[in-house]
């Protein structure tokens, strides 16, 4: 889990976390209006932004097969962490998705605005999900931080090294969309080692004849017997 992150249960199944962000920027999206109903509003949009940001990464990682592990949520958008090979345009698309999100709720948001007879701005909820949307977007397609067009952008335009010369200078891991190597790396620090199997003597049989015997041994008696034969015993003393 990244710092800063707090489990607050699961969706689908699928861990959710949550970063400090989220609420503080939420409040401070309700504190942009001056009036206590429409700070509701504005509060409630921002949480539709993000809402729609991770919904957008949701179905890039479904539309691709990809099995989500973990959803992060920080307070200008969020990922989703998924296991699998993709390709490099795939894996692009995953790292986009959430910003797409935010554009179909920005074009859904635009075209209430316009069949509607009051302005943008006597709307706090249509303020938040057309203009703070479109600044919001803008933001995530920064190539900074934990923003999409950090893991998107390399992919794109072809970096070679795929957005991983990033990764090594962050040290995060997760730089790109997939924990299939970080799993990987885990599954192998917990793979079991079988243990070494214990080399069994070599039984020695007295009546066989010395070409049965282990060289070692052998080579050794031979040594021995001509020591001995090398050399009289010497006489004892009176």
Known sequence: MGKGYLAMGHLRGV????????????VAAGML????????????????LLVSHIGG????ARLRQQRIVELHVHGLGGS???????????????AFGGVLGQGVLWMAATLVQLGGPASVVDNPL????????ALLIFANLLP?????GRRGWPLILGRPDGGRAEESRTGDPLAEPGLERRVERVARMLRP????????PPELNADAPPDELPPDI???ADRLVADLFAKPPKPPDR
């Open 80 to 94: 989703v962490l998924t296991t699998g090979r993709l390709e490099r345009g795939q894996r692009a698309q995953l």
């Open 126 to 133: 249509l303020l938040v999900l057309t203009m703070g949307n």
């Open 144 to 148: 900074y931080g934990p923003m999409d």
């Open 33 to 48: 209006v001056s009036s206590a109903a429409w700070s509701s509003w504005a509060a409630l949009g921002h949480v539709l």
């Open 15 to 26: 861990p959710l976390m949550i970063h400090w962000t989220v609420p503080v920027l939420v």
């Open 57 to 60: 990464h949701w179905i890039a």
């Open 218 to 220: 052998v080579e050794a």
């Open 193 to 200: 080692t079988p243990p070494p199997v214990p080399r069994a």
